[in-house]
């Protein structure tokens, strides 16, 4: 019975290129000069500081552009609230999100059931899911209708058997 697994995965080397490389562009740009703007890696989360909210928002778009082009999608990230620090500065923490959580588990299982097509099922197992069809076709409609649907978190597709 040909098979497949649905999982959400960051690729941590390309989210540490574009976090250095964001920070190497606030260093050197002229509009950045001066509003002690940085932003660093964590675990799982990337910290951001600036002098101004507009600066931040000015720095989060710097961020999302080095995401962008190093193709990791801006789904992983979940912004939290924008806090007030010492000096009138803000900052905001921005959480890496990996792997697929019970609920939304339970969500992407109640829309490929509701797809209706015949002989598929689907497992959670873990931080992933397992889909299992009869006809290979069936699976690449769910395959489709997955990408189409939006999740809010970003999916990718391996294992494929036949």
Same mark, same amino acid.
């Given at each position: 019975?040909?098979?497949?697994?649905?999982?959400?995965?960051?690729?941590?080397?390309?989210?540490?290129?574009?976090?250095? &490389?964001? +920070?190497?562009?606030?260093? &050197?740009?002229?509009?950045?000069?001066?509003?002690?703007?940085?932003? +660093?890696?964590?675990?799982?989360?990337?910290?951001?500081?600036? +002098?101004?909210?507009?600066?931040?928002? +000015?720095?989060?778009?710097?961020?999302?552009?080095?995401?962008?082009?190093?193709?990791?999608?801006?789904?992983?990230?979940?912004?939290?609230? @924008?806090?007030?620090?010492?000096?009138?500065? =803000?900052?905001?923490?921005?959480?890496?999100?990996?792997? @697929?959580? %019970?609920?939304?588990? *339970?969500?992407?299982?109640?829309? #490929?059931?509701?797809?209706?097509? *015949?002989?598929? &099922?689907?497992? /959670?197992?873990?931080? &992933?899911?397992?889909?299992?069809?009869? *006809?290979?076709?069936?699976?690449? /409609? =769910? #395959?489709?209708?997955? *990408?189409?649907?939006?999740?809010?978190?970003?999916?990718?597709? %391996?294992?494929?058997?036949?």
């Amino acid at each position: 019975m040909p098979t497949f697994d649905v999982v959400s995965e960051v690729d941590d080397q390309e989210v540490r290129n574009a976090v250095d &490389q964001a +920070a190497r562009e606030v260093s &050197q740009r002229y509009d950045f000069k001066n509003t002690d703007t940085s932003v +660093a890696l964590g675990d799982d989360v990337i910290n951001l500081a600036s +002098a101004s909210e507009d600066r931040l928002a +000015a720095l989060r778009q710097v961020l999302e552009e080095k995401l962008v082009r190093r193709k990791v999608s801006l789904k992983v990230l979940d912004y939290g609230e @924008i806090e007030p620090a010492s000096g009138g500065a =803000v900052r905001q923490t921005a959480r890496l999100q990996a792997g @697929i959580g %019970s609920e939304k588990a *339970k969500e992407l299982n109640k829309f #490929i059931k509701g797809l209706g097509l *015949k002989g598929v &099922q689907s497992s /959670t197992q873990g931080e &992933q899911l397992r889909v299992q069809g009869k *006809k290979r076709d069936h699976l690449q /409609t =769910v #395959i489709a209708k997955l *990408k189409d649907g939006d999740f809010g978190i970003p999916l990718q597709f %391996s294992n494929f058997r036949d």
